[in-house]
């Protein structure tokens, strides 16, 4: 399992959302977003989300004190939102795009934060790519070049 997060706490009509970033994405824990949208029990909410949009997650709140959790990306806490949940639940959607997922982006931001925007060149070209997670990705657009270049791409 992957280092400990510490994670943000949120309070929504005062239930308690724990969220946290993993490689600059937004998480949040299952059990208090199936709270929040009056799921409950997070199995249901869980079993209803594709296996990438889940993770167990090791929470650190002091030193020494752990806790292990399921934790959903932001997409499947969308997808828990359309599939769950009830009308009164749109200020819960707007407040996850407008309040709490750009806080948590502001919050995590340092410069070097990756994925970040790079260029490479070749064959005399300056092809935009993204570097992240080790990887370097290429646009659609640009992989023509690439392919009839015979560069082999590094991270």
Not at 55 to 84: M, N, P
Request: charged share 20%.
């Amino acid at each position: 399992m992957h280092d400990a997060y510490t994670p943000l706490v949120f309070f929504h009509h005062s239930l308690r959302l724990r969220a946290l970033m993993v490689d600059n994405q937004p998480w949040f824990v299952a059990h208090d977003f199936a709270r929040l949208i009056g799921v409950p029990d997070a199995q249901s909410l869980l079993a209803a989300l594709e296996p990438h949009e889940q993770q167990t997650l090791c929470l650190e709140y002091t030193r020494g004190f752990h806790e292990e959790v399921t934790a959903i990306s932001d997409i499947g806490a969308y997808k828990a939102l359309f599939r769950f949940g009830e009308t009164e639940h749109g200020d819960i959607g707007r407040w996850l795009s407008e309040v709490l997922v750009p806080t948590l982006h502001d919050y995590h931001r340092v410069p070097d934060a990756a994925p970040c925007r790079s260029f490479m060149s070749v064959e005399g070209r300056q092809l935009g790519v993204v570097r992240w997670q080790g990887e370097v990705w290429v646009a659609w657009r640009d992989l023509p070049v690439l392919m009839t270049s015979g560069t082999e791409v590094s991270a």
